[in-house]
T-cell receptor
Framework: GQQVMQIPQYQHVQEGEDFTTYCNSS?????IQWYKQRPGGHPVFLIQ?????EVKKQKRLTFQFGEAKKNSSLHITATQTTDVGTYFCAGAGGTSYGKLTFGQGTILTVHP | DTEVTQTPKHLVMGMTNKKSLKCEQH?????MYWYKQKAKKPPELMFV???????INESVPSRFSPECPNSSLLNLHLHALQPEDSALYLC????????????FGQGTRLTVV
């Protein structure tokens, strides 16, 4: 079945440093979504990427979808303490219609 | 209204109990989902309903029984659970077809004793 690998599992940064998390799918995706889950909270949708090579920005966050639609990344510039949480990618596609496969998540800690 | 509301927020139940988790959305979404999430793990898909019909069952044990009474409501009936079923149960909804932006509820923290 479809698998989505995400690295790193943990990332500790000093406030102001940059942060990147990467996702790789075993199969070609129709789209990839990114979610953020604060400690004790629920996943909150950040963005969806659909097109090959797509790049989207939200303030300090930059999302990329690979040319082969099998990998993606989330980059945060100049992290802030409010960025703390777990970032999940979730891939959709192939024969798994209706199914989102989540990556393992990257737990981000930001030290002030 | 962009909320998915889940009740109860916390639930403790014995292994012989029967209980139900409830989920409600008023965004007009026609796809609804149940996920199970263990600590420090990603959400695991359990069930997908599309237009009130069960479209995906991820080989979930029969002690979990989903129900979609109408397009706004989703229930998860629990019976004879095991302690290892303790987890955060998340409901989500999205536009149909599925695989668009999913809105998650705050979850029900379930403890089986």
């Amino acid at each position: 079945g479809q698998q989505v690998m995400q690295i790193p599992q943990y990332q500790h940064v000093q406030e102001g440093e940059d942060f990147t998390t990467y996702c790789n799918s075993s199969t070609t995706l129709s789209n990839i979504q990114w979610y953020k889950q604060r400690p004790g909270g629920h996943p909150v949708f950040l963005i969806q990427l659909v097109k090959s090579g797509e790049v989207k920005k939200q303030k300090r966050l930059t999302f990329q979808f690979g040319e082969a639609k099998k990998n993606s990344s989330l980059h945060i510039t100049a992290t802030q303490t409010t960025d703390v949480g777990t970032y999940f990618c979730a891939g959709a596609g192939g024969t798994s219609y209706g199914k989102l496969t989540f990556g393992q998540g990257t737990i981000l800690t930001v030290h002030p | 209204d962009t909320e998915v509301t889940q009740t109860p927020k916390h639930l403790v139940m014995g292994m012989t109990n029967k209980k139900s988790l409830k989920c409600e959305q008023h965004m007009g979404h026609r796809a609804m989902y149940w996920y199970k999430q263990k600590a420090k793990k990603p959400p695991e898909l359990m069930f997908v309903y599309s237009y009130e019909k069960l479209s995906i069952n991820e080989s979930v044990p029969s002690r979990f029984s989903p129900e979609c009474p109408n397009s706004s409501l989703l229930n998860l009936h629990l019976h004879a659970l095991q302690p290892e079923d303790s987890a955060l149960y998340l409901c989500a909804s999205s536009q149909a077809p599925p695989n668009t932006e999913a809105f998650f509820g705050q979850g029900t923290r379930l403890t089986v004793v």
